[in-house]
Structures are given as C-alpha cells and as structure tokens.
C-alpha cells in the first residue's frame, strides 16, 4: 500500500481518453503493454509534484486551488514514446510537442501558490499523458495522428493504493480563453 499524496493534474475527458486508445489499438501498442498499460479512467497530466498528505496540506492545496487564475488551453497530443532512466521504471508517454504559455502560466500559478505556503518549488512538468508506469519495454518516439485536449479545469486529488488511484479533493474551472486564435480552436 503507497502513502496517500496530494496533487493537482488535469484530467482528459472521455473523448481524448478514447482517442487515445484507439491509437494505441490501431498501433498494437495497446496489446504490447498488456496488463501494465495504466487504466485510462486515471490518466491524467500532473500539475505538481506529490506531497505526504495531511490536514494541513490538504487545506492549503485548497486555498491555492481556489485561487488559479489561469486562462484555459489547449494542448495536442501528437506523440509517443516510452523511456526511463532504469529498465523497472518505464513510462510510455503520449505527449505534446508544443507547451502553450498557459501551460506555463498555470505550472507558474501553482508553483507560486506552493512557496507562499512554504512548500519547496516544483519540478518541470511538459504536456503529456502517461498511459504506462511500468512498461514492458522502451518505444522510440513517434508521431500520432494530432488528438487536442483543451484544459479547462484543475484537480486537487489524493492518490495511493496498488493499483494506484486517486479521490479527487476539489476542482476549478480555468478562466475562459480570450477572443482570438485559441478561442476559435474548436471550430478547426
């Protein structure tokens, strides 16, 4: 059993998480991973690095939570590749590779809301959605038909247990993006 930790992530609506899917299926990466490819219902993208949780930490997640004032975005998700730095850790990814500046700008509204609260800076995070933590094998990057997933809402969640999971503590909804290129996303 893992040690309950606090996070924010966005999570993909069922539509990404479909499309996703079916790439993996359509490239037999799905079938490769088995029983190591991570449930879809708990993908997600990570926002902050975990944290021990306790009451303390959980009411200043929440107070940092309601105080996000990020635009939403949109990312797409082009990529694939599986890597790690030891063969018992192999993540398959499936990533942007463009970072919008909202992304960066909402990593920079957490990670500003952490050190108010006295908690240590964050690790860089990149768009990405791990669909494997503990793959078979490595997989060389490759591109993938475009899926775009707009990020309009931020989680507050608890995670742990083995199959890992997470209980979502809280949720806010990012604020609308502006008239323009990004609004029209969409309509593409």
Known sequence: MTTPSLF????????VRHAVQQTLAVNGWDTALG????????????????LASTPALRHA??????HIRTQAFTVLLNRIAGTAADQAAIHWKVHATAKPAAFDALLANIRDGL????????PGHSPHV???YRAPHRLARQAIQPIPWR?????????QGDPYRY???GRWSLRPAPQGLESQ????
């Open 151 to 159: 990020i309009d809402e931020v989680l507050l969640v608890e995670g």
């Open 130 to 132: 791990t669909v494997s």
């Open 115 to 122: 050190q108010a609260h006295g908690i240590d800076g964050m």
């Open 8 to 15: 924010f992530m966005a999570k993909p609506p069922a539509e």
């Open 61 to 66: 997640l929440v107070e940092i939570g309601a």
């Open 35 to 50: 029983d190591t490819l991570f449930a879809p219902h708990h993908w997600h993208q990570s926002l902050s690095h975990p």
């Open 185 to 188: 996303r969409a309509l593409w």
């Open 167 to 169: 209980e979502p503590l």
